[in-house]
Nanobody, 119 residues
Framework: QVQLVESGGGLVQPGGSLRLSCAASGSIFSINVMGWYRQAPGKQRELVAAILSGGSTSFADSVKGRFTISRDNAKNTVYLQMNSLKPEDTAVYYC?????????????WGQGTQVTVSS
């Protein structure tokens, strides 16, 4: 199994920055995709950003130019740098990975970390 531990959420003023981290551990053979989703109250969970093992990235239109995603393959860790935060970025942010364990690729989720953007 794979365990994901997220950190870095909190309260920030509009225009501020936060950096989320997510470390994967367990009997991991390889990790293909690492990414972040978010879910605001009353809304569906949406993809924020994703990064492939080779470094290719994708972003939701709403965060392009403000958020960056990176990964440290040696540490099985993914980061989400969030700049110029807006109140509409307020949500629970979930880390997700597609990892191969014992020959099987599965998707794993973190427990979520709250990000609140408010003055």
């Amino acid at each position: 199994q794979v365990q994901l531990v997220e950190s870095g959420g909190g309260l920030v003023q509009p225009g501020g920055s936060l950096r989320l981290s997510c470390a994967a551990s367990g009997s991991i053979f390889s990790i293909n995709v690492m990414g972040w989703y978010r879910q605001a109250p009353g809304k569906q969970r949406e993809l924020v950003a994703a990064i492939l093992s080779g470094g290719s990235t994708s972003f939701a239109d709403s965060v392009k130019g403000r958020f960056t995603i990176s990964r440290d393959n040696a540490k099985n860790t993914v980061y989400l740098q969030m700049n110029s935060l807006k109140p509409e970025d307020t949500a629970v942010y979930y880390c997700t990975v597609a990892a191969t364990v014992a020959g099987t690729m599965s998707v794993y989720w973190g427990q979520g970390t709250q990000v609140t953007v408010s003055s």
